[in-house]
């Protein structure tokens, strides 16, 4: 069997009404005006005759999906295809991709624009002009689509987190300095990754969480050492902004607080952030050398494991890693050579994909409108497994390029890589010794 590598996608962006369109971003081709006004056409046909057009696949393995938002933004997804067609598939996986990138890009837009200005449209070219300054970000979740980020969150819609060595100097560090900036929400990031964060920023919805941390990993790309952007929440607050303040600690390691009027970004830079983090520098380089990684030193991996997802279902939390690729000039070249790095990646997410659209289940978000919900339907859940009378807690596939085992408990998911040479058999003991270990070592 093999997973299907992925193609191109292009984002468009109308209005729902008139079809106007607003932007596309995605491939370098974009598409002729004539096919995004037919992409448009049919959907609104569809829903003149009281049918709500969802998604559809083309001949040659493309496939496209519709979302319409606040009744005034239409986002469409279309995705070319992958170069190599999964057998026995269906198209549930590639939905699952182009469904939750429509919803974090909507997510998005509200974020750094607000949910009145989407959902007004009072003046469509102004928007056009206001919508560049999500380019940034959504580039971001396209990418991430396509494979190309060792980021998981915008898929799984579970926070991307990295685990420190030493979480509690850390976590009192962070606590005092958000307590010091007239907020409750703050979060330290190391590496794009969640080391740590207040209580009350884990009460963010899941979402919210992960595009913060979208945001956060744009801003520090941007070069400056601090910054101050307004943001609005798509669920707790669309309609009303709060100041994202966001400074660097080292290269590599931000923290970012929520915060109202108050403290000014001067004053916060000034006598804050050494204050609070200048005695917790080797503190935040021992979590700078966790690197990629994810996990600290005290867990030991098997040799045997490519890469991991492991998912904590209770805290919407997640830790992924691939291990980097090492041959042995003195060995001969092996008939099963072992997938790159940017593959691994792009495998788990693909894995993760299958699973969830056949066996474990997956978490959507709260708070969906009927038509949002008639939107997604239950195409996400492949045929076969809507006749289970129960709920599967292993899965394993073998694929052209390595083995995969998905292991389920009431806490935790788990997707794991193998190389080919590892036995079928032993799959799941590898993988309960590997869930063992980092949850024994690391609580989480």
């Known amino acids: 069997m093999m997973l299907q590598q ?53 001949d040659r393995g493309g496939r496209m999906v519709w979302r319409v938002f606040q009744d005034s933004v239409m986002l ?65 979740l396209l990418e991430g689509v396509q494979g190309q980020e060792g980021i998981m969150g915008d898929l799984t819609h579970c926070a991307d987190c990295l685990l420190p060595p030493n979480a509690t100097l850390l976590q009192e560090g962070l606590d005092g300095f958000t307590q010091a900036a007239d907020s409750e929400f703050g979060c330290l990031m190391v590496h794009g990754r969640i080391a740590t964060a207040t209580e009350k920023w884990w009460r963010l ?6 595009l913060l941390s979208v945001l956060a990993r744009s801003l520090s ?16 607050s669309p309609t009303v902004a709060h100041r994202l303040l966001r400074f660097q600690l080292l290269p590599g390691a931000d923290v970012c607080v929520l915060c109202g009027p108050s403290p000014t970004l001067h004053r916060s830079e000034s006598e804050l952030v050494g204050c609070f983090w200048s005695p917790l520098l080797e503190a935040l380089r021992g979590s700078l050398a966790v690197g990629e990684r994810c996990l600290p030193g005290s867990v030991t991996l098997r040799p045997d494991v490519l890469a991991l997802l492991l998912i904590n279902r209770e805290s919407r939390r997640s830790v992924s890693c691939v291990k980097a690729i090492i041959t042995n ?33 997956l ?11 008639a939107q997604r339907g239950d195409s996400l859940r492949e045929d076969f497994a809507l006749g289970f009378s ?31 040479s590892v036995p079928t ?20």
């Open 6 to 58: 992925a193609g191109s996608v292009q984002l468009l962006c109308l209005t729902a009404n008139s079809g106007v369109p607003l932007f596309t971003r995605g491939a370098s081709k974009q598409l002729p005006f004539s096919i995004i006004g037919s992409l448009n056409g049919v959907h609104m046909f569809g829903a003149g005759q009281g049918v709500v057009l969802a998604g559809c696949e083309t």
């Open 76 to 140: 469409i997804a279309v995705s070319s295809g992958g170069q190599a067609q999964q057998e026995g598939g269906g198209a549930g996986e590639e939905d699952l991709h182009l469904r939750r990138l429509l919803e974090n890009v909507w997510n998005c837009m509200v974020l750094v624009l607000g949910q009145d200005e989407l959902a007004s449209l009072r003046n469509v070219e102004r928007l056009k002009r206001d919508l560049r300054s999500c380019y940034r970000l959504i580039d971001q």
């Open 205 to 210: 919805a899941p979402q919210e969480v992960v």
């Open 221 to 236: 790309l941007s070069g400056s050492a601090s910054c101050d952007t307004p943001v609005f929440l798509p669920q707790g």
């Open 329 to 361: 000039p003195n060995h001969p070249p092996s008939d099963h050579p072992l997938p790159s790095k940017a593959r691994c990646w792009e495998l788990l997410r693909l894995f993760y994909t299958f699973t969830t659209t056949r066996y474990f289940p």
């Open 363 to 373: 978490e959507e978000s709260p708070a969906l409108t009927p038509g949002e919900k």
């Open 390 to 420: 129960h709920q599967p807690l292993q899965c394993y596939l073998v694929t052209e390029e390595c083995k995969c085992f998905g292991l389920q408990t009431a806490q935790h998911q788990l997707y794991l890589l193998t190389p080919l």
């Open 425 to 444: 058999f032993a799959l799941r003991s590898v993988a309960t010794q590997t869930l063992s270990a980092i949850t024994l070592a690391t609580g989480f």
